[in-house]
């Protein structure tokens, strides 16, 4: 489970370096050329995909065990709803890196 959680985490930061590289071809020396184009587009979608990824492993393993506690007891409800939508920032995330390049 450690090795996960620090793949993950190298990957999204992995990302972010793709996103500034994206980023810094936004410098007007680099107006006209085309390769700043397919990079921009590249780390946008590295970004989207590494965000929509890290969810979805996260929210393979939070939703039964939170669908087991309210199972349990119903006051867990609140807890689950909001353990399972703390994974959806990445997702919006990376949204937004893909509508800022």
């Known amino acids: 489970m450690k090795k996960l959680a620090v ?6 930061v992995v990302v972010l370096g793709a996103c500034l ?11 006209e050329d085309p ?11 590295i970004a989207f995909v590494g965000g ?13 065990a939170a669908a087991a506690a309210m199972a349990e007891d119903p006051k867990n409800f609140v807890g689950a709803v909001v353990l399972v939508a703390l994974p959806e920032t990445m997702v919006i995330f990376g949204f937004v890196v893909v509508f800022l390049l």
């Not at 390769?35 to 979608?45: F, R």
């Open 7 to 12: 793949a993950v985490v190298v990957f999204n």
């Open 21 to 31: 590289i994206g980023l810094a071809q936004e410098l007007p020396q680099y107006a």
């Open 35 to 45: 390769l700043a184009g397919g990079l921009k587009a590249l780390a946008a979608a």
């Open 52 to 64: 929509a990824l890290s969810t979805a492993i996260a929210q393979s393993r939070i939703g039964p």
